[in-house]
T-cell receptor, first 115, second 115 residues
Framework: AQKVTQAQTEISVVEKEDVTLDCVYE???????LFWYKQPPSGELVFLIR??????QNEISGRYSWNFQKSTSSFNFTITASQVVDSAVYFCALILTGGGNKLTFGTGTQLKVEL | GAGVSQSPSNKVTEKGKDVELRCDPISGHTALYWYRQRLGQGLEFLIY????????KSGLPSDRFSAERTGESVSTLTIQRTQQEDSAVYLCASSLDWLEVDEAFFGQGTRLTVV
């Protein structure tokens, strides 16, 4: 069975610092998708990115960037110049392309950005 | 509505009582998912509906849990004889179809507290 591990339970940074959220996954399948979601205090999950297992290109979107490395089964998320509005719980998730639609989530990382 | 709507937003119930949680998906979305989020944990898949196909109930934790969806409309998640371990946030998500996993929009959840 697949598994997603987010070892960092909580991270606190000062505004404008860069921060990296770690995500390590386990699966025997060769085709899968990886996701990051943001859960602000309001509770609803906000989709940030999807990456398929054949695309190891890193991606940058504004202050957000993602580093996908199949060799280490990691899909890390970096926020550059963090802001208070980035404070939220961030979830990494995995779905198998042939395994129905059960997103397997990590336990989440609580990010607190302080002034 | 513009997003996935869940009701009630909060529910406190006595142990042993039945509860019904409601999810209104985005209009036109054929796929609907229920997840459970326990405090400090990731999201656990419960059940998935896709159009008129048989639902994937593999995530339901016990026979006290059931869910229904008529066509592509509202879904209800019912928990019978609630137990304290059922306390969690129950999240509903919908997407256009099962291929559009990255377009799964989540509701704000129902926070269930069993006392």
């Amino acid at each position: 069975a697949q598994k997603v591990t987010q070892a960092q339970t909580e991270i606190s940074v000062v505004e404008k610092e860069d921060v990296t959220l770690d995500c390590v996954y386990e699966t025997r399948d060769t085709t899968y998708y990886l996701f990051w979601y943001k859960q602000p205090p309001s509770g609803e999950l906000v989709f940030l990115i999807r990456r398929n297992s054949f695309d190891e290109q890193n991606e940058i979107s504004g202050r957000y960037s993602w580093n996908f490395q199949k060799s280490t089964s990691s899909f890390n998320f970096t926020i550059t110049a963090s802001q208070v509005v980035d404070s939220a719980v961030y979830f990494c998730a995995l779905i198998l392309t042939g395994g129905g639609n059960k997103l397997t989530f990590g336990t989440g990382t609580q990010l607190k950005v302080e002034l | 509505g513009a997003g996935v709507s869940q009701s009630p937003s909060n529910k406190v119930t006595e142990k042993g009582k039945d509860v019904e949680l409601r999810c209104d998906p985005i209009s036109g979305h054929t796929a609907l998912y229920w997840y459970r989020q326990r405090l400090g944990q990731g999201l656990e898949f419960l059940i998935y509906f896709q159009g008129n196909s048989a639902p994937d109930k593999s995530g339901l934790p016990s026979d006290r849990f059931s869910a229904e969806r008529t066509g592509e409309s509202v879904s209800t998640l019912t928990i019978q004889r609630t137990q304290q371990e059922d306390s969690a946030v129950y999240l509903c998500a919908s997407s256009l179809d099962w291929l559009e996993v990255d377009e799964a929009f989540f509701g704000q959840g129902t926070r269930l507290t069993v006392v």
